[in-house]
């Protein structure tokens, strides 16, 4: 198949690829870039370890026409650190073992991300509703949750806000630890 040149923007970095007409993001991001933390965790677009954000919009790179990315804004995993640490949630997912093998955690965390840069204060419905494309085959949810949890709280104490706090994110006695109410095993 005769192959074209593209213009691809992947985590602030713009890349001439050539590719296929039929060239999947995911494996151009894998195979031409190296960009090996999005994972291939199924092959019918239902466990989302493919997650990335384009655009801002967590989308499933396995089902993605890499062509029909020209000009959009990828992000990858690789490309979520803040100012070169571990983003909140990163962090997070380490502080409360949000991950065993860590295959789904690339996909998690995109989806988190992009759930919160739209909605910077989600209910506990918004985070399951966000989270349903998101499969992990080797863990309960609930650290995971709790970590989300956890990086909902960071972001709000490194921009305080007051004002339009839920009642959910509310602390236990020394103010370190998020309740545990949110689990789903
Ligand atoms: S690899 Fe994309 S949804 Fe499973
Ligand atoms: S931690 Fe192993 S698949 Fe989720």
Redesign the pocket.
């Known amino acids: 198949m005769k192959k074209r040149l593209i213009s691809l923007r992947v985590n602030g970095r713009t890349h001439e690829i050539a590719i296929e007409p039929n060239a999947l993001l ?1 494996d151009v991001l894998r195979q031409d870039l190296q960009l090996t933390g999005s ?4 092959d019918d ?6 997650t990335v954000l384009v655009d801002g919009v967590a989308m ?4 993605l026409l890499v062509a029909s990315c020209e000009g959009q804004e990828i992000t990858t995993i690789e490309g979520v650190s803040e100012h070169g640490s571990l983003a909140a949630i990163q962090k997070a997912y380490g502080d409360w073992g949000g991950a065993q093998c860590g295959f789904c955690t690339p996909g998690f965390v995109m989806t988190v991300k992009s759930l919160l840069t739209e909605n910077p204060d989600p209910s506990e419905d918004d985070v399951r509703a966000a989270l349903s494309s998101n499969l992990c085959r080797c863990t309960g949810y609930n650290q995971m949750y709790e970590a989300i949890r956890a990086a909902i709280a960071a972001e709000h104490s490194a921009a305080p806000r007051s004002e339009n706090r839920r009642a959910s994110l509310d602390r236990t006695g020394d103010g370190a630890r998020p309740h545990t109410s949110i689990g789903n095993d």
């Open positions: 995911l994972k291939r965790g199924c677009s239902s466990c989302g370890a493919c499933m790179a396995c089902t």
